[in-house]
């Protein structure tokens, strides 16, 4: 089982979701990493030459893929949520958590990352309070639990997520993590 993460670009999904792997000892992966790794560029060079259509293409496939294989937590990009398949795949495969943050919150944490392609605009503020009134729903309806993050600190959420999950029986049974094989002498 994967616990996901899905939220605004700059809600903590990548910070938040390590962390919470390191307290479960499960394997963490960001999308977007896999991504990158497979294009051999950045997602904001992939977006500025081939167009946000054919990074979406790439992205349903790497998370698809993810979602069938991965046994962890996964961190997903902000866009994540836009096609059907792909909130479809999030939520019947796994255990999925919607980090919402305002967008005034999550422009105060990015304002000056310039990694992020879709904040790279003259008003990033009033563009990312638009991605989050489009959005929104979407997360929402591929989320198994909402976790407001305004200000708490990542162990606070860290805390609040995993008691989130122990309390609906989510949380993967350390009996049953598969441990590295060791060869036998």
């Known amino acids: 089982m994967s616990i996901i993460f899905v939220g605004l670009p700059g809600s903590g999904k990548t910070t938040i ?4 792997a390191r307290r479960l000892d499960v394997p963490f992966v960001d999308s977007d990493h896999v991504i990158e790794h497979q294009l051999g560029c950045s997602i904001r060079e992939f977006f500025a030459r081939e167009g946000e259509d054919n990074f979406r293409d790439v992205e349903q496939q790497v998370l698809d893929d993810l979602t069938r294989t991965h046994q962890g937590v996964i961190a997903t990009g902000g866009g994540a949520v836009l096609r059907e398949a792909n909130r479809r795949h999030l939520h019947e495969r796994g255990q999925v958590v919607y980090l919402r943050s305002t967008p005034d919150d999550v ?4 304002r000056h990352d310039k990694a992020r392609p879709l904040l790279q605009v003259d008003d990033p503020l009033a563009r990312l309070k638009a991605l989050f009134d489009a959005r929104d729903p979407l997360y929402r309806e591929t989320a198994h639990f909402v ?3 305004g200000r708490p600190s990542v162990a606070t959420l860290v805390n609040m997520i995993t008691m989130q999950l122990e309390l609906a029986g989510h949380l993967p049974d350390p009996m049953r993590r598969s441990k590295p094989a ?4």
């Open 182 to 185: 060791h060869p036998q002498s």
């Open 17 to 20: 979701g390590r962390q919470l």
């Open 147 to 149: 976790i407001e993050t």
């Open 107 to 110: 422009f105060r944490r990015v």
